[in-house]
C-alpha cells in the first residue's frame, strides 16, 4: 500500500510553477486549472507577490494544482517512491 500526502496551506512548496518545466503531463495540469480558473495560475505562481500568493483564493487553486501535477509524474514514473 502506498500513501500520498500532499502540503497545506502553511506551507508554500519550493517551487510552485516549477514542476511544470520538466513534463507535459505537469504542463497540462496547470494548463487545465487555468483554463478552469480562467487566469495565469502558472504565471500568478512564478512571479506572483507574497501577498497575492497567500490569499486562500490564489493558495488553495495552487496547492491542488501542485500536489495534482506531483501525483500526475508519479503515476507516469517520473518521481521515484522513496
Known sequence: MIAVLFPGQGRRPPAWAAISDGSPSARDTFAEA??????????VCRVGSAEQLARTEVTQPA????????LRLLCDGALPLT
Open 34 to 43: 487555468s483554463d478552469v480558473l480562467g487566469y495565469d495560475l502558472t504565471g
Open 63 to 70: 496547492l491542488l494544482t501542485h500536489s495534482g501535477g506531483a
